[in-house]
């Protein structure tokens, strides 16, 4: 477990690292993780993990409330592994998943190739997409979640199907 002393001197660590500025000396609990507001053009601040004393790096076209529902939900590492497990809408699933899954068959001009495989791989849930940078997608899976047009799970690569999640040092 990460002690605030410890995750304020990480974040001191990378703003001198990487040219960041506090924007704001106020550091907000979300009760796993701190949000520090630090850090230059395109970002709003980072996030600490307590558990493990990960940093991420909040981007600045989402609001906040986004960025916190995001990392709470693992979109925070830069590729992660989408996991549909239930499908309850196929239309808006199959819609939402051919803007933003870059994984199979190459994009062309014509969508109905890449449509047919995400139709395919839809049929045999689970099924596993990506790996993805799905961090500017987050207000629209929020809306999925919310609709309920399907069920997913956000994995970092890593991680193997049915096994223990790795430890981070």
Not at 3 to 12: F, I, K, P, S
Not at 23 to 29: L, R, T, Y
Not at 113 to 122: F, I, N, S, V, Y
């Amino acid at each position: 477990m990460v002690t605030l002393e410890q995750a304020h001197r990480a974040v001191q660590a990378y703003a001198a690292q990487h040219g960041a500025v506090w924007f704001d000396e106020a550091v907000v609990d979300r009760g796993g993780y701190w949000f520090f507001r630090v850090g230059y053009v395109g970002s709003c601040g980072v996030i600490v993990d307590k558990a493990d004393g990960r940093l991420s790096v909040m981007g600045s076209a989402l609001s906040p409330d986004d960025c916190f529902w995001g990392h709470e939900h693992g979109f925070s590492p830069d590729l992660v592994l989408l996991r549909v497990t239930r499908v309850h809408d196929h239309r808006r699933t199959l819609e939402l998943l051919l803007d933003l899954v870059t994984s199979g068959p190459p994009r062309r001009r014509n969508p109905n190739p890449k449509r047919a495989w995400l139709a395919e791989q839809l049929r045999s849930l689970p099924c596993e997409l990506g790996p993805e940078r799905l961090w500017l997608s987050i207000p629209t899976f929020r809306e999925a979640t919310q609709q309920r047009w399907f069920e997913y799970e956000i994995l970092e690569p890593h991680v193997q199907v049915g096994g223990p999640a790795p430890s981070v040092p």
